[in-house]
């Protein structure tokens, strides 16, 4: 669990290693000497002056130091934020990338298809709310 928090961690899985990042079983656990040296450089500080943003949006002020130059960047909205919603392709794609590799691309396209089911008939919504209570079981 303490991969998927790791801010630092996930930072360097997003310049190193991108398809981590949807491992969420972290099977086989991507820790390399690149990953820890880039996590080595990265700092995380909460900052007061962003905290009128919340809850509408979870802004960062990211700030890189590099050959002598320091460059700042605001992100107040990132892609499924409300401002930058994802579709419906957006959404079974990122479902995909998470599940697949625990549960099958046949599975994850079956709660993808009950979801949507469930949106329209009260039928479907109760299977889909019996089989979310039952996972994990």
Do not use: N
């Not at 972290?26 to 009128?52: C, N, Q």
């Not at 509408?56 to 002598?68: K, Q, T």
């Amino acid at each position: 669990v303490s991969s998927i928090v790791s801010a630092p961690y996930q930072m360097a899985l997003a310049a190193l290693h991108r398809p981590g990042l949807y491992d969420v079983a972290r099977e086989p656990f991507a820790m390399t000497d690149a990953i820890a040296d880039l996590m080595a450089k990265i700092t995380v500080a909460a900052h007061s002056e962003l905290e009128g943003h919340l809850p509408r949006s979870w802004p960062a002020s990211i700030e890189v130091v590099a050959a002598g130059r320091v460059e700042t960047t605001l992100v107040l909205d990132t892609p499924g934020d409300p401002a930058q919603a994802f579709g419906f392709d957006e959404v079974a794609a990122k479902f995909h990338a998470a599940g697949d590799g625990i549960f099958g691309a046949a599975e994850v396209a079956d709660w993808i298809t009950l979801t949507c089911a469930a949106r329209e008939e009260d039928d479907d919504l109760e299977e889909l709310q019996t089989r979310y209570l039952a996972f994990g079981r």
